[in-house]
């Protein structure tokens, strides 16, 4: 069974989260802490590209002066850098 979109950022989050946490007690070999901040590095990817695809996809809906309902794209909010 495949998982769904949300389950895989859920679990790459909390993997990175995991990662993190490890990597700040600093009680790792180097090698050991090379390796995982590389796979922190390709979670912190994936999540990002999981977010960037939600952000795409969000849409605000906005009622017309003629009353029809009509999407727009997504605008951060002003004095938010683009992506977050």
């Known amino acids: 069974m495949a998982k769904?979109?949300?389950?895989?950022f859920e679990e790459a989050l909390k993997k990175l989260q995991d990662i993190?946490?490890?990597l700040e007690r600093g009680d790792m070999p180097l090698e050991e802490a090379m390796e995982a901040f590389s796979?922190?590095?390709?979670l912190a990817r994936v999540c990002h590209g999981k977010l960037e695809?939600?952000?795409r996809k969000v849409r605000i809906?906005?009622?017309e002066q003629?009353?029809?309902w009509?999407?727009?794209p997504f605008e951060p909010a002003s004095g938010e850098p683009?992506?977050?």
């Open 39 to 42: 796979e922190g590095i390709r």
């Open 20 to 22: 993190v946490e490890k």
């Open 70 to 72: 009509t999407t727009s």
């Open 61 to 63: 809906l906005l009622k």
């Open 4 to 8: 769904k979109k949300s389950d895989q």
């Open 82 to 84: 683009p992506g977050g």
């Open 66 to 68: 003629e009353g029809d």
């Open 53 to 55: 695809e939600a952000e």
